[in-house]
């Protein structure tokens, strides 16, 4: 469980000049200058000061290693705040390799110039896996391995937000057999803060509520044992899913299309994982709650739980060891029933497919 | 004086790519490009049911989000013979013709712009001369002095926190920047307004497709998304509106902002239709089926080649020529790594024998060596370039309407000729281009869609072909599709309902692909020779042709082979 660490720094900028032994008054001697060098109308240098001053908008250092950039894809879908908010107003994205304008040892020196300047009080937000194999070079930036690049930005960040699946456990690329030897932020480095946003992509309101989280209360949010937050993943799918009183009604899809699925019925014979996800996807849904896998007619596959890949496929099969529907059962006997059921099944599901796999190998 | 360059990482892409370029003169007279990462999907696909085969493909690339997943469930398709209907070939349609628009949108401004329009310029900008610019050239409605008067002071307190976020550190001031600071600002308020839109116009991806990125709708054999225009949790009529009214959106931001952005700032950097052109060879396999069972000659899109010189006659392609090397890539083929594979024989071992990380100051380039985790798709051994202008050179050639209107519309505007196409301006404007006849074509799709539906099919998939004990033992089949950056293509092979072998070859992987055995060197290779440097330590001319491509380098790794090979130890010289 990560602790609650402060991310704004208490000290103000006077103050801080002050230590540093710069006046007021050159303060403000410099800000005339930016105002006149950014052409400026006079009297903009008060404004400017006070734009300086205010300034507490967290540093940001967001890394990229074996990943899609779906997870930047969502980041750019966010709009409470929108993306334009976020970059500009709310927090200082110093080093993002999708959306930066500077390129090679420019890029690089954005990040070392964040990492000394907010040592210990930037965030680092990590996007895919991170391969350990044969010294890690199977992912290298500017000619350094992911596992470097990680431990130094991770290793010296006020706290690591982990987005998707990817970085929160490893994601495809450690499915079996893993051949790069991918693992995630938690597992490179088990003693550093981190927050864990699987899902695939990370769904970007659990994003900014984590940011919100961040700048409203000063502190991380309460994690589960995944380090997942609460407030996105406690709940589990199918017990909030629009489609559960299908489900306890015995009214299942049978085939694509058929008139049980024209009327939105339960997916569970389609192969639905959702009995064994916890994730917020039926509340908050995606792209402002627009829809959710289940809401256009495919089954939930469980993508923010760990190792989904390999515990959960075939995606298309059906849950395993599911009490069955007699007319006798009622639908809490199911919904403790399943509760237990599922959690211990799929514990063994994973380990017995990842078996098969390895048994079909050698 | 020969001096060698390195740009890495390259950013504003998707992925990770290191450009090393020999400078003489002040311009590139050699170059490589070299994929840095390797995520080894290749073992995992094998003995998975190929139904889900798209779930796991399309997380190839979240940038192009959900290419993959159509060019997967044709390959099974083409292989079971699933037939589709006719509502999922316009479910998929419409899935990816937003995807295109939207995709090309957000790489004009956000990945593609900062090339050329320099932020900092914007704050020297007259408002009142910026809304005369803006209402010169496009009757959008955002263009009054006040407004840009506001987007300029929102960049003034932003700069003036001296915190400049994604924007530190780049060649602001660079001589090559050449637009007026009246276009700066403009193009930086269209910068912001594209973000905000762009989050909009995909929500037909999520009404279609659950959710984007990565919608997940897609079924062998059709979509998941049922129709009944009298169902509640069907695609109805209220949906059907729903989505037009984000098409109409994305059409009317093409029309009034992006292409005249485009034209206002090419007409700035004509010089830009000298440089940059490369291998010269294009080559698209068509798509945008109207039709249940149509043959790919009958698409929207139709396939052919344009070879180098052979300017406007275009053959068609035919897939068996296509064949992969990798003796400068990092992988080893059993046959020796000179021979080219076909996909469906291709093999993925990795003999990485670069430097042993850190390598910040060497080079990895070596004309005799292997350099990239990138492997050199070719087709009839001739190095092809994919993608919009590849697309677009096909269609003008081939006389396609939509395509020679348009293209013809774009160099009378900026009075030039038609080979002025072939080049890093005509590679940027192509995709424009294509983005605005695919704005006016999405809306087309929803029409027979709708109309499709009032008859009364209500079909979605192919249910008689779902279950693989309808299969065949033994099938292999391959899936095409025409992706925002170029033609992708998914082989498959199934053996008793399960995975056997699979293979993709990428648009990213034609273009950013390393030299062949003939030493012929790839289409991003190509394109930068001949390309001015004016400062070696601000190549801001590199990223400009190499962004003109729109590179997806984390597709480009994603080459499969499922075929359960053991992963040999990797020799680390």
Redesign the interface.
């Known amino acids: 469980m990560a602790e609650n660490r402060d991310p704004i720094a208490n000290t103000s900028l006077e103050q801080y000049l002050e230590s540093r032994g710069v006046s007021r008054r050159d303060f403000m001697k410099y800000c005339t200058g930016l105002a006149a060098t950014l052409a400026l109308p006079l009297g903009a240098a008060e404004k400017v000061a006070a734009a300086i001053a205010d300034d507490k908008r967290p540093a940001v250092i967001w890394l990229h290693f074996q990943e899609c950039t779906g997870d930047s894809e969502a980041l750019l879908r966010a709009s409470r705040p929108t993306v334009a908010e976020l970059i500009l107003d709310y927090l200082s994205v110093d080093y993002h390799e999708t959306i930066m304008a500077a390129a090679g040892h420019q890029a690089e020196q954005a990040r070392a110039k964040t990492l000394e300047e907010y040592k210990g009080k930037y965030i680092a937000v990590v996007e895919g896996g991170i391969p350990t194999k044969d010294g890690g070079l199977y992912c290298c930036i500017g000619g350094r391995s992911a596992v470097d690049i990680a431990t130094e930005v991770c290793g010296n960040a006020m706290a690591t937000i982990a987005v998707g699946t990817c970085s929160a456990y490893g994601g495809i690329q450690a499915a079996y057999p893993n051949p790069t030897g991918a693992v995630s932020v938690s597992e490179l480095l088990p003693s550093i803060p981190v927050v864990n946003l699987p899902g695939c992509p990370v769904n970007t309101a659990n994003l900014t509520g984590t940011v919100a989280h961040l700048l409203t209360f000063g502190n991380l949010p309460q994690l589960d044992r995944y380090k997942r937050p609460l407030f996105a993943y406690g709940k589990r799918i199918h017990d909030n899913c629009e489609r559960r009183a299908h489900f306890d009604a015995g009214q299942f899809v049978e085939t694509w299309g058929d008139h049980g699925h024209r009327q939105g019925w339960c997916l569970y014979k389609m192969g639905c994982k959702g009995p064994a996800t916890f994730h917020n996807c039926p509340q908050v849904r995606w792209n402002d709650g627009i829809n959710w896998p289940v809401g256009a007619g495919h089954p939930c596959v469980g993508c923010s739980e760990p190792g989904f890949w390999d515990s959960m496929s075939p995606f298309y099969g059906r849950l395993p060891n599911v009490p069955g529907f007699g007319a006798e059962t009622t639908a809490t006997k199911i919904g403790v029933g399943l509760t237990v059921a599922t959690a211990a099944a799929f514990a063994a599901h994973g380990v017995v497919k990842t078996t098969q796999l390895r048994m079909k190998k050698d | 004086m020969a001096k060698k360059i390195?740009?890495?990482?390259?950013?504003?892409?998707?992925?990770?790519l290191r450009i090393e370029a020999k400078v003489e003169d002040g311009v590139i007279t050699d170059a490589w490009s070299i994929g840095?990462?390797?995520?080894?999907?290749?073992?995992?696909l094998?003995?998975?049911?190929p139904?889900?085969a798209w779930?796991?493909t399309q997380?190839?690339?979240?940038?192009c989000?959900t290419v993959h997943s159509l060019a997967s469930v044709r390959a099974v398709e083409d292989a079971v013979g699933m037939q589709v209907p006719l509502n999922a070939e316009l479910i998929r349609n419409l899935i990816m013709g937003i995807q295109n628009v939207q995709d090309h949108v957000?790489h004009f401004y956000?990945?593609h712009a900062?090339d050329w329009v320099d932020?900092?310029s914007a704050?020297?900008a007259d408002p009142g001369a910026t809304a005369k610019l803006a209402q010169s050239i496009s009757d959008w409605p955002k263009s009054s002095k006040d407004y840009f008067t506001a987007v300029q002071k929102?960049v003034?307190?932003?700069?003036?926190?001296?915190?400049l976020?994604?924007?530190?550190?780049?060649?602001?001031g660079h001589p090559a920047y050449k637009l007026p600071p009246e276009a700066n600002l403009m193009a930086v308020a269209h910068y912001?307004e594209a973000?905000?839109w762009?989050?909009e116009v995909?929500?037909v991806?999520?009404?279609?497709?659950?959710?984007?990125?990565?919608p997940?709708?897609f079924?062998t054999?059709?979509m998941?998304?049922?129709?009944?225009p009298n169902?509640?949790?069907?695609l109805n009529a209220d949906k059907l509106m729903m989505i037009r009214e984000w098409l109409v959106q994305a059409q009317e931001f093409v029309e009034k902002v992006y292409i005249p952005d485009l034209l206002a700032v090419a007409s700035f950097y004509l010089d830009w239709a000298k440089y940059g052109a490369g291998v010269q060879s294009y080559l698209t396999f068509g798509d945008f089926p109207t039709a249940e069972g149509q043959r790919r000659e009958d698409y929207w899109l139709k396939p052919g080649l344009v070879r180098k010189g052979e300017f406007p006659a275009a053959a068609a392609p035919q897939a068996d020529k296509i064949a992969e090397y990798v003796t400068h890539s990092w992988y080893r083929y059993s046959g020796g790594d000179n021979k080219g594979l076909r996909p469906w024989e291709g093999e993925t071992e990795?003999n990485?024998t670069?430097?042993?990380?850190?390598?910040?100051?060497?080079y990895v380039s070596d004309v005799d060596a292997k350099y990239s985790w990138v492997k050199a798709p070719r087709y009839d051994d001739t190095p092809f370039e994919v993608g919009p202008l590849a697309r677009m050179v096909v269609g003008y050639a081939q006389g396609h309407k939509e395509i020679k209107e348009t293209v013809d519309f774009v160099l009378q505007t900026l009075k030039v000729p038609a080979s002025a196409l072939f080049s890093t301006l005509g590679r940027t404007a192509a995709r424009g281009i294509e983005c605005l006849i695919m704005a006016r074509k999405n809306v087309e799709w929803l029409d027979i869609l709708a109309a499709n539906m009032g008859k009364g099919d209500?079909?979605?998939?192919d249910?008689d072909r779902?279950d693989p004990s309808a299969w065949p033992a033994e099938a292999e089949g391959v899936g095409f599709h025409e992706a925002p950056r170029g033609t992708l293509s998914h082989w498959i092979r199934i053996k008793n309902g399960e995975i056997a072998n699979y293979q993709a070859v990428v648009p990213s992987t034609w273009n950013a692909s390393p030299r062949d055995p003939q030493g012929q060197r790839g289409p991003y290779e190509e394109a930068l020779i001949g390309t001015p440097v004016a400062d070696p330590e601000?190549?801001v001319e590199i990223?400009r042709t190499i962004h003109s491509f729109d590179p997806c380098l984390?597709c480009a790794i994603h080459v499969l082979d499922a075929r359960?090979r053991?992963?040999t130890r990797?020799k680390?010289l």
């Open positions: 390195v740009v890495d990482p390259i950013t504003r892409i998707e992925g990770h840095t990462m390797w995520r080894g999907i290749e073992k995992i094998h003995g998975r049911d139904r889900e779930y796991w997380r190839f690339c979240g940038v989000t957000i956000h990945l900062l932020i900092v704050l020297k929102r003034a307190a932003f700069v003036g926190t001296k915190r976020g994604p924007f530190a550190n780049a060649y602001w912001l973000l905000d762009q989050r995909i929500k991806q999520a009404v279609l497709g659950a959710k984007n990125p990565h997940q709708t079924l054999g059709g998941s998304v049922p129709v009944d169902a509640q949790n069907a990795p990485y670069g430097p042993k990380p850190p390598y910040p100051d060497q209500l079909r979605i998939a249910n779902w601000q190549p990223l984390a359960g053991e992963i990797v680390v």
